[in-house]
DNA sequence: TTGTTATTGCAACATTGTTGCATTTTATTT
DNA sequence: AAATAAAATGCAACAATGTTGCAATAACAA
């Protein structure tokens, strides 16, 4: 197993993302960090936080990427089978952590991942 | 209301995504065509069929854009709130209609539309 | 402090999707 | 069977997002 370095992009980043509400995008973080380190550093740090499990990835309901912070609150088993709320006012992506959908698949499908993206009006903007 | 007219690149790609047991990239649609007509018009034609309810637009799990015709059964309502499989190892992405999953959110939250995609291996390549 | 190698910057490239505008095609009217 | 109006297309140009190769740099273990 390679190892990893703490480097001041890594930092900056998943401070970034572990201080917000929402989850961000590529470009919010670039435009956050402000030409701390160049873009393609900033794909490379996003990848390493996900791979390292500090951070996922959410597909947007548009097929926009962003990241969120891990909350690895239980100790050992921590699931990203939550449900994401794309508001499309505000365009903000938020974890909704409690929201775990049931569903039933057909046998002889194994899964292994799962994107469960809803879209609509948050509470914030429904005023 | 404006209206819309059949044009054979709309009938092809219709044709193609009809016929298809699994969803379509806008790539794979362009590889099928074989030069019939333009990407950009291969890109109108799908916005133009979506538009019409006659084919509904999958977000992948990587972000991917594919596109798979709508089945109709029932008379009145129809909705899109099924859940998609994404096959990691023949990266086909297949509609489960007749898979809805249940959830609940916190009030306040007003759903507008849903994009639910579960990746794995497919029974196909489960053998 | 030095050596190893993980990480970065930069340039170049790839993919996906959008826009403006002149031209063509469809479908309706005469 | 024209003539007509506007929907649809082709093309070129652009934008956004993400990837790759490679030389230079920085992290950190020894
Ligand atoms: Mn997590
Ligand atoms: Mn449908
Ligand atoms: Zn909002
Ligand atoms: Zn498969």
Redesign the interface.
């Known amino acids: 197993m390679k190892q990893t370095r703490n480097t001041t992009a890594k930092t900056e980043i998943l401070k970034l993302i572990s201080q917000s509400t929402v989850a961000l995008s590529h470009s919010e973080i670039q435009n956050n960090l402000d030409g701390l380190c160049d873009r393609v550093t900033i794909y490379r740090v996003l990848d390493r936080l996900v791979e390292e499990d500090l951070v996922h990835k959410v597909?947007?309901?548009?097929?926009?990427?962003k990241y969120a912070s891990c909350n690895h609150k239980e100790a050992v088993h921590h699931s990203h089978n939550h449900?994401h709320?794309s508001c499309?006012e505000c365009h903000t992506v938020t974890c909704?952590e409690d929201?775990?959908?049931?569903?039933?698949?057909?046998k002889?499908?194994?899964?292994?991942?799962?994107?469960?993206?809803?879209?609509?009006?948050?509470?914030e903007c429904?005023s």
């Open positions: 597909v947007n309901i548009d097929g926009g990427v449900i709320f499309e909704l929201v775990k959908p049931s569903f039933e698949l057909p002889r499908y194994q899964v292994k991942e799962v994107n469960f993206t809803v879209s609509g009006i948050c509470p429904s």
